[in-house]
């Protein structure tokens, strides 16, 4: 069964980059639609970006295009989300999650994923 871990939340300043990382075990992530959340206290968790199987489709929030890049490494079985331009709202903790029913696209709702990471908290302040 697919498992994913989430890494590289921290403490940044407003304005400030991170990269998160999403490393899955025990099957190939490229079999998978791939979407990274977010849930802030108190708010519903958001689809942040979303990367499709091959890689060739990539959709962002409003809220982060342009600031926010979906990359994945097969051969890593990682995918990573470059943060920059970090804002205060933007404090949450981030989930990646894979879906096997996409065969082309990727889709950011939340109820169409099937496996989800325990999520790494980064926090946006000064």
């Known amino acids: 069964q697919l498992r994913l871990v989430e890494t590289g939340g921290a403490l940044v300043q407003p304005g400030g980059s991170l990269t998160l990382s999403c490393v899955a075990s025990?099957?190939?992530?490229?079999?998978?639609?791939i979407g990274w959340f977010r849930q802030a206290p108190g708010k519903e968790r958001e689809g942040v970006s979303c990367?499709?199987?091959?890689?060739?489709?990539?959709d962002y929030a409003d809220s982060v295009a342009g600031r926010f890049t979906f990359a994945k490494d097969d051969f890593k079985n990682t995918v990573f989300l470059q943060l920059n331009g970090l804002k205060p709202d933007g404090t949450a903790i981030y989930y990646c999650?894979?879906?096997?029913?996409?065969?082309?696209?990727?889709?950011?709702?939340?109820?169409?994923?099937?496996?989800w990471g325990r999520g790494t908290q980064v926090t946006v302040s000064s």
């Open positions: 999650a894979a879906d096997v029913n996409f065969i082309s696209g990727c889709s950011r709702r939340p109820d169409e994923y099937d496996y």
């Open positions: 990367i499709s199987r091959d890689g060739g489709v990539t």
């Open positions: 025990g099957e190939a992530l490229a079999s998978y639609a």
